[in-house]
């Protein structure tokens, strides 16, 4: 089992900035991509940005730019840094682990995200 731990989100004016930040813990692999998953309502969850633990990102074209994903291994942290944020931002963010051995995914509870003036 994968327990993940998030914290940050709120409320944030048009064009702020937010940091969200994931801790891991339980049985991790050390081959593995974490992330970040959002759910604005009445939409499907979506991929905002993933990196493996060799450092390889990936970000939904409506992110690439403005935000920046980061890790430390020997922590088992991954970040979300957000900047230039705008109103379509606004969702449920959730961390997400999913194993290289097992390929099982583990999520967080979510942290709520809302830009808004």
């Known amino acids: 089992q994968v327990q993940l731990v998030e914290s940050g989100g709120g409320l944030v004016q048009p064009g702020g900035s937010l940091r969200l930040s994931c801790a891991a813990s339980?049985?991790?692999?050390?081959?593995?991509?974490m992330g970040w998953y959002r759910q604005a309502p009445g939409k499907q969850r979506e991929l905002v940005a993933s990196i493996t633990n060799r450092g390889v990102s990936n970000y939904a074209d409506s992110v690439k730019g403005r935000f920046t994903i980061s890790r430390d291994n020997a922590k088992n942290t991954v970040n979300l840094q957000m900047n230039s944020l705008k109103p379509e931002d606004t969702a449920v963010y959730y961390c997400?682990?999913?194993?290289?051995?097992?390929?099982?995914?583990?999520w967080g509870q979510g942290t709520q995200v809302t830009v808004s003036s």
């Open positions: 339980g049985s991790i692999f050390s081959v593995n991509t």
């Open positions: 997400n682990y999913e194993s290289g051995l097992t390929r099982r995914s583990y």
